[in-house]
């Protein structure tokens, strides 16, 4: 069937495959239309055998389930949200298709405290005069769960971009509407005022600007209205956010279809809709048919019920051709494959059909393709004597396996450059810099710095240290140190030093040897930060010998006023002989650290008793530890968390 908008656009409202993506109201890889079908990929895969790939990380999902299900108290867990991105890392080539990025949220639920509360809050106003905050929402309003992702239809700036979006409402039978706004800037949703904030600069947005000859010289925010009415996609509009005169000039890459609604009758700036310049659909979109399976996380109702299935229509799914509507930033303003349409999604509900319609519930501002960037340590960061017998890896902690790194050095010497470009050996002090492309051919996208130093009175000894880690506790802000050395019976004391912010090092305790032991021996140190440190400390073990002579240990960086994020680290990445594993824990507790390769055979399991705040963990590997990717994973609280490292040889 096809259906003719107020503005003239159309939309497919059958099952359609658009760049190996099935637009059919199911969550099913390999699995379309109704049927088995090997090759189309989809949000989830429960299974089907084929192809096809599923785009959401599942990550974690059975043990969310298990927690809605087994938990003595389940309604405070089934309100919390959940957010899952890209099964895959950002501006990952899949199948041939460049995959940008993807997500899935699971709303508040209930008393939801995302909701547009001042009863005025319509779409053209600026986010800075809406009002938010904690109140029960109509169902047919109600979002209980949001899925977007964005690829392109080959690997190549001349194959199409599509976005693919899909929204479930608790309510299945009124009329119901929603809106996909899409935003330039960095805007995001302050809980405690309920205001938001980083908006853009024209009237709340980002405006889109043309010149004489109507080509676009800068993108502006986005938005998709979708409606639904008598259980049918009857209209999905595009608008942009123009200044009202551009509306005076023919676009060279799309056409004005009639609508402009601001703020008030008369505003400057509003939503301007558009259509693109060639005919035919470039909307699709269609409802869920009855018990269709709703995926891994299932789904959680208004009333915090949990159901397996969606009910007819419960879920909406719709894509759009960014590149037919003249929305695709390398067609529009040239520039490099890994190009973005935007930067935060915001989606909502309406009153009604009206666009200026009444705002009723919203999911906070999302960030969307933010690839990690280049963050770089150094196994040996200072130089230890005169002699240049010395090396020191230099490697990226955080690699993106599409981005490729690229080296240079200001007055130092580089040796070695590892294929995968993640790492360098060294073999002189010198300013060492990484430059990161997400993708091959792609514009600079992250640049880091490291210093080498060398420091000539210290000289390297028989004695040395096998580890150096410790943990922070921020309640008490209390930094608790440990250290193993081999050949003990060589070392007389320890002296442990500290530097604010990269600043120099400066002594804060001593701690004598044991001397009773020869072979091994380990220790410990307790330091109290002080309320004037800055935002991260460094910490390091400088081990004096019975001769006088000394060596210093690895230099340990801790956080001390960063915002405390539950999750866990692996350093350096990628590992060579031993890695340090860092797990931030929101309470003292037991924990199991599970480590597997990507076939899922185990390598690791550590039981380890976690302190609240930052727990260090150094682990050698051996021949369990072949080439290759691996992923951590650490259970606390029942919520989970991974981290995915390389091992080299």
Not at 244 to 255: D, E, G, K, R
Not at 320 to 346: A, H, Q
Request: hydrophobic residues 40%; aromatic residues 12%; negative net charge.
């Amino acid at each position: 069937m096809v259906f003719v908008s107020t503005v003239g656009s159309s939309q497919i409202t059958t099952p359609i495959i658009k760049a190996a993506f099935g637009v059919d109201a199911d969550l099913r890889a390999n699995y379309f239309n109704g049927f088995v079908q090997s090759g189309n990929d989809d949000w989830f895969n429960n299974g089907t055998a084929g192809t096809g790939n599923f785009v959401i990380d599942t990550t974690g999902a059975a043990a969310v389930v298990a927690s809605y299900l087994s938990d003595a108290s389940p309604w405070p867990i089934r309100m919390t949200p959940v957010y899952r991105s890209m099964s895959r890392p950002k501006f990952t080539v899949v199948n041939n298709r460049l995959w940008l990025d993807a997500i899935f949220v699971r709303d508040h639920h209930g008393n939801d405290s995302s909701v547009f509360t001042a009863g005025s809050d319509k779409n053209g106003m600026s986010p800075a005069d809406w009002t938010g905050g904690i109140q029960g929402i109509p169902d047919k309003n109600d979002i209980l769960d949001v899925f977007m992702h964005v690829r392109r239809a080959g690997p190549t700036t001349t194959d199409s971009l599509w976005m693919f979006g899909g929204i479930s409402l608790d309510n299945t039978t009124g009329n119901r509407y929603f809106d996909f706004e899409m935003y330039q800037t960095d805007i995001y949703y302050d809980v405690p005022t309920g205001k938001f904030y980083g908006y853009g600069p024209d009237a709340g947005h980002t405006s889109w600007q043309l010149d004489a000859a109507g080509n676009v010289t800068k993108a502006g925010d986005i938005i998709f209205t979708g409606q639904y009415q008598s259980s049918t996609l009857t209209n999905i509009e595009a608008r942009i956010w123009v200044h009202q005169s551009m509306l005076a000039i023919t676009p060279a890459q799309f056409n004005w279809s009639g609508q402009f609604d601001g703020a008030t009758t008369g505003a400057v700036y509003g939503y301007a809709s558009i259509l693109p310049k060639t005919a035919g659909a470039f909307y699709t979109g269609l409802g869920s048919g009855n018990n269709t399976w709703a995926g891994p996380f299932q789904l959680v109702l208004q009333d915090n019920s949990l159901a397996v299935n969606y009910t007819k229509d419960q879920f909406m799914e719709f894509s759009v051709n960014l590149s037919k509507l003249g929305l695709d930033p390398v067609s529009l303003l040239g520039g490099d494959v890994c190009g973005t349409p935007f930067n935060r999604l915001v989606v909502k509900t309406r009153a009604s059909s009206s666009f200026t319609s009444e705002l009723k519930d919203f999911i906070a501002p999302i960030n969307l393709f933010l690839a990690p960037r280049a963050n770089l340590a150094a196994e040996v960061p200072i130089f230890c004597g005169m002699a240049d017998t010395i090396t020191s890896v230099i490697a990226v902690q955080n690699p993106h396996p599409s981005s490729v790194y690229t080296w240079e050095t200001i007055g130092g010497n580089i040796i070695y450059t590892d294929p995968t470009g993640m790492w360098i050996e060294v073999n002189q002090p010198g300013t060492y810099i990484v430059t990161q492309r997400l993708m091959a051919g792609c514009n600079p996208y992250a640049t880091d710095t490291i210093i080498i130093t060398r420091d000539t009175t210290c000289n390297v000894l028989a004695a040395r240290f096998q580890s150096f880690s410790g943990t922070y506790s921020s309640g008490n802000r209390k930094a608790d140190l440990n250290w193993v050395i081999q050949n003990n019976s060589l070392a007389k004391s320890f002296v442990v030093e500290v530097s604010n912010d990269g600043g120099m090092f400066t002594e804060i305790g001593t701690v004598s040897a044991k001397t009773e032991l020869h072979d091994q021996a380990a220790y410990g140190f307790t330091y109290i930060v002080p309320l004037t440190t800055a935002s991260y400390i460094d910490f390091r073990i400088k081990m004096i010998n019975d001769d006088g002579s000394y060596t210093y240990s690895r230099v340990l960086r801790t956080n001390v006023k960063q915002a405390f994020k539950p999750g866990i680290t692996i350093a350096p990445n990628p590992v060579r002989e031993k890695f340090q594993v860092t797990i931030n824990s929101p309470s003292d507790t037991q924990a199991k650290i599970l480590f597997f390769d990507m076939q899922g055979r185990s390598v690791m399991i550590m039981n380890e008793t976690l302190r609240k705040g930052m727990n260090v963990f150094t682990i050698p590997t051996n021949t369990n530890w072949r080439p290759g990717m691996y992923n951590a994973l650490v259970q606390i609280n029942q919520e989970t968390f991974t981290s995915r490292f390389v091992v080299l040889e």
